[in-house]
């Protein structure tokens, strides 16, 4: 079982201080069709260091196709997309793999590296040494609790390891506020194949990374998930952007009609105030 990781964090540096006056991520009216039919158009939207950006939308509405974009795996045919205030396109491959990360929804890996092995992948684009590497590596796997799986063969996993173990790979990329002066991490549905402990332990992680300035933007159906982490919420719609705003703009009995075509009372969190989505 999942046991919440405290991890002790350093006070805001001045470096990412003056990262918070920055957009991190910024697109302006994103277009991508490199099939011939676009899977994106007119994208736009802003994230500054430590902003957690949810990403909603029925199945094939363009989530994933965004995310990929973003990450550099599908091109721009229009509109612009900056990380960190530059092109993304002007990004030299291996710095922009030290500030970016990506977990996607199926990994296809057959080949039985082990479990640490694949969690050490993220680390490949930076030069901090073997020795921190391996610091890494193990707070990562205690951050994701797949420390007890290291020494396993990755192809004797069950779904829900690997979704961790994926996870875990992504954020080693992007762990240390030392490794790039700005860091974003994609996940693609990084829940959907965990057990209930496990999902919080995503929630876990995310803050986590958030308060030491990483950027995130995670797509998932869990509504209520993103309402109560989320800084931002972005919905998709057969490519396009439906809504974008906060959690109280964008969860609404109407935007679940038109989009989702349910039915459903947002009502307030007992806890902690946020939109709740109940299905009617």
């Not at 082990?114 to 391996?134: F, M, Q, W, Y």
């Not at 069950?158 to 240390?176: D, H």
Request: some cysteine; overall charge neutral; charged content about 15%.
């Amino acid at each position: 079982m999942y046991r919440r990781a405290i991890f002790y964090l350093a006070p805001a540096s001045p470096q990412r201080l003056r990262n918070a006056v920055v957009n991190v991520l910024s697109l302006n009216s994103v277009c991508a069709a490199p099939y011939g039919s676009p899977l994106l158009q007119d994208i736009s939207f802003n994230l500054k260091a430590g902003q957690v950006l949810g990403l909603m939308g029925p199945n094939g509405a363009g989530k994933s196709s965004l995310l990929h974009c973003i990450a550099g795996g599908i091109p721009c045919t229009s509109g612009e997309l900056y990380l960190n205030e530059m092109p993304l396109k002007d990004w030299p491959l291996l710095v922009r793999a030290r500030a970016l990360a990506m977990q996607v929804q199926s990994a296809a890996l057959n080949f039985p590296f082990t479990v640490e092995e694949v969690i050490l992948l993220g680390r490949t684009p930076h030069a901090s040494g073997n020795l921190c590497d391996k610091e890494v590596l193990q707070e990562v796997m205690t951050a994701t609790d797949t420390t007890e799986l290291r020494h396993r063969p990755y192809t004797q996993l069950s779904g829900g390891e690997k979704q961790r173990v994926q996870l875990a790979r992504a954020v080693a990329q992007v762990w240390r506020e030392e490794d790039a002066p700005t860091r974003l991490l994609l996940l693609d549905e990084p829940n959907s194949a965990l057990d209930l402990s496990h999902q919080r332990m995503v929630l876990d992680l995310v803050a986590t990374l958030a308060k030491t300035g990483c950027t995130i933007i995670l797509a998932t159906h869990d509504f209520n998930l993103l309402s109560a982490h989320a800084n931002q919420l972005l919905v998709m719609h057969q490519g396009t952007q439906h809504s974008y705003g906060t959690p109280e703009e964008v969860l609404t009995p109407t935007m679940f009609q038109r989009i989702f075509n349910v039915s459903v009372l947002v009502q307030r969190h007992p806890e902690n105030n946020s939109p709740l989505v109940v299905h009617v």
